[in-house]
């Protein structure tokens, strides 16, 4: 089972504040990632991390901005939330090259 | 453009017999491919994977088939349970961890 956790699970939130998504995982993975989901739709990668202090856009434009300073964290900020915003967002870490192990989800809601 | 197509949104099979997802990639430069299953409110956990160097990998009830001359994957779950009903992400790699996904399959397995 994997140890990924990502808070809160859900969120709703008024047009203009700021929020923080939290990703933490405890398996001591390098690589991270932060993926973007509407329903039915494709997973699409926003951003993603190989290390501490590495970090790099993903192929999804995304006006969000992340940061690593530790290894077992991955936390994404939006600014100023609008509700195109409004999506899953997806954490996830891997150690090998291609498998990656998923957190639970945040569902945000932009009013 | 999407690289990876799951073109069945749904898929409906009954208990103790054969589901069969199928996936289709116009990148001939994919690799590796991976299977997923998602629940409602969960992240994906992985399932199954495969190599582009083989065209078969089983794993108990679930095998994938991969036809390169085709471009096509698919994944067998025999006999399917109703504990499989979720949603079933198709994803690829090109000699890199960053995974590009299908739109996925909901299978349902009635009793």
């Known amino acids: 089972e994997a140890d990924i956790y990502q808070t809160p699970r859900y969120l709703v939130i008024g047009t203009g504040k700021k929020i923080t998504l939290e990703c933490s995982q405890t398996?001591?993975?390098?690589?991270m990632y932060w993926y973007q989901q509407d329903p039915g739709m494709e997973l699409h990668l926003i951003h993603y991390?190989?290390?501490?202090?590495?970090?790099e856009k993903g192929d999804l434009s995304s006006e969000s901005t992340v940061s690593r300073i530790r290894t077992e964290h991955f936390p994404l900020t939006l600014e100023s939330a609008r509700p195109s915003h409004t999506s899953q967002y997806l954490c996830?870490?891997?150690?090998?090259?291609?498998?990656?192990?998923f957190g639970p989800g945040t569902r945000l809601t932009v009013l | 453009d999407q690289q990876v197509k799951q073109n069945s949104p749904s898929l409906s099979v009954q208990e103790g017999r054969i589901s069969i997802l199928n996936c289709d990639y116009t990148?001939?430069?994919?690799?590796?491919f991976l299977w997923y299953k998602k629940y409602p409110a969960e992240g994906p956990t992985f399932l199954i994977s495969?190599?582009?160097?083989?065209d078969k990998n089983e794993d108990g009830r679930f095998t994938v088939f991969l036809n390169k001359s085709a471009k096509h994957l698919s994944l067998h779950i025999v006999p399917s349970q109703p504990g499989d009903s979720a949603v079933y992400f198709c994803?690829?790699?090109?000699?890199?961890?960053?995974?590009?996904f299908g739109t996925g399959t909901r299978l349902q397995v009635f009793p």
């Open positions: 994803a690829a790699s090109a000699n890199t961890d960053k995974l590009i």
């Open positions: 991390s190989y290390g501490v202090n590495s970090t």
């Open positions: 996830a870490s891997s150690w090998l090259l291609n498998e990656q192990f």
């Open positions: 990148n001939s430069m994919f690799d590796y």
């Open positions: 398996m001591g993975h390098d690589k």
């Open positions: 495969i190599s582009s160097i083989k």
